[in-house]
């Protein structure tokens, strides 16, 4: 399964941005899909997950409310609706699919190493 996410850039805080993760190679609709991001000399967080067949989905508190993710399984395709943008959601964004939902949610502790699979990353941006 390799992953590609787009849609990262520079917007002005306040803004909105939707990041993209394309599936190919494998049915991403048979995985859990998580996302993460690092910023600058921080660790790895967990910032949303969303279900196999994207019934559930939950967000850290941080984000709750301004970010979304979703999926299109027949297109083999996430995504994460991140709106009201604040400088501290700065950071290289991942996304990352598993058969467990479980490992994909745990936004309080850094994610497993061995994730069944994981994007290059992207770059978010936000200006004050």
């Known amino acids: 399964l390799h992953l590609v996410e787009s849609g990262g850039g520079l917007v002005q805080a306040g803004g909105s941005l939707r990041l993209s993760c394309a599936a190919s190679g494998d049915t991403l609709g048979d995985y859990g899909v998580g996302w993460f991001r690092q910023a600058p000399g921080k660790n790895t967080e967990g910032v949303s997950c969303?279900?196999?067949?994207?019934?559930?989905?939950d967000s850290t508190d941080s984000v709750k409310g301004r970010f979304t993710s979703s999926r299109d399984n027949p297109k083999n395709m996430v995504f994460l609706q991140m709106n009201d943008l604040k400088p501290e959601d700065t950071a290289k964004y991942y996304c990352?699919?598993?058969?467990?939902?479980?490992?994909?949610?745990?936004?309080?502790?850094?994610?497993?190493?061995?994730?069944?699979?994981w994007g290059q990353g992207i770059q978010v941006t936000v200006s004050s």
């Open positions: 990352a699919a598993d058969p467990s939902l479980f490992r994909l949610c745990r936004f309080n502790q850094e994610p497993p190493a061995d994730l069944y699979s």
């Open positions: 969303i279900g196999a067949s994207g019934q559930y989905a």
